[in-house]
C-alpha cells in the first residue's frame, strides 16, 4: 500500500507539474462558468481544478483519453472522487491502471454522450454509455448510477457536465 502510495503520489505530481507547465491548469473555482465573461473549461481542466478528482485524471491520461475528453462532445461523466477509487483495493486499482485496455473500458463506462443534466437523469431509468454497456439509473431515493450515489450534480463544462459520483463503476 506504501509503494502504491509513494507511486501514485509522484504519478500525480508529475501530472500537475505536466498541467502546470502547460499553462492548462487553471486557479478557478469549479464554478466560474457562473461568473459573467468567464469562459467555462472543459471537462479534464475542470476536473483538474477541481482537486478531487486526481486518481481519476490520473486513470484518464494512463489510458489515453486526455484529447478525446478534452474534445467538442458534449459528454456526461459520472466522475468518481478520489474517496470513490480509494474504495478500490490497491493491488486490484494497480492492476487497472496498468492494463490499458481494462482501464479504457472502465473509465468509458463513466461517460455518456450528449449533455445529460441532473433534470434529466431523475426522468431516466438506464443510460447508454460509450463503453457500450448501459448504466441502471435509479431517482427513488435520491440518485443512483449502478452501485453508485449521484452526490453532487450539473458541474457544467465547455463540452458537457460532469456529475460527481462516490463509487467507481466496475
Given at each position: 500500500m506504501i509503494a502504491f502510495t509513494q507511486h501514485f503520489t509522484r504519478q500525480a505530481r508529475h501530472l500537475m507539474f505536466a498541467f502546470l507547465g502547460a499553462g492548462?491548469?487553471?486557479?478557478?473555482?469549479?464554478?466560474?462558468?457562473?461568473?459573467?465573461?468567464?469562459?467555462?473549461?472543459?471537462i479534464v481542466d475542470t476536473a483538474v481544478a477541481a482537486g478531487s478528482f486526481n486518481t481519476l485524471v490520473a486513470a484518464v491520461q494512463a489510458a489515453d483519453l486526455v484529447e478525446t475528453l478534452k474534445g467538442e462532445g458534449p459528454f456526461t461523466v459520472f466522475a468518481p472522487t478520489d474517496e470513490a477509487f480509494a474504495k478500490i483495493p490497491a493491488a486490484d486499482l494497480d492492476a487497472l491502471l496498468a492494463d490499458k485496455e481494462k482501464l479504457t473500458a472502465v473509465l468509458t463506462y463513466h461517460v455518456?454522450?450528449?449533455?445529460?443534466?441532473?433534470?434529466?437523469?431523475?426522468?431516466?431509468?438506464?443510460?447508454?454509455?460509450?463503453?457500450?454497456?448501459?448504466?441502471?439509473?435509479?431517482?427513488?431515493?435520491?440518485?443512483?448510477?449502478?452501485?453508485?450515489?449521484?452526490?453532487k450534480t450539473d458541474i457544467e463544462t465547455s463540452n458537457g457536465v460532469i456529475h460527481v459520483i462516490d463509487t467507481v463503476l466496475m
Open positions: 492548462m491548469l487553471v486557479a478557478v473555482p469549479v464554478h466560474a462558468d457562473d461568473h459573467a465573461g468567464m469562459a467555462k473549461m472543459d455518456v454522450a450528449g449533455k445529460v443534466m441532473a433534470a434529466d437523469v431523475v426522468g431516466m431509468t438506464s443510460a447508454e454509455t460509450v463503453q457500450g454497456s448501459s448504466l441502471t439509473i435509479d431517482a427513488t431515493d435520491g440518485v443512483m448510477v449502478d452501485s453508485a450515489t449521484v452526490v
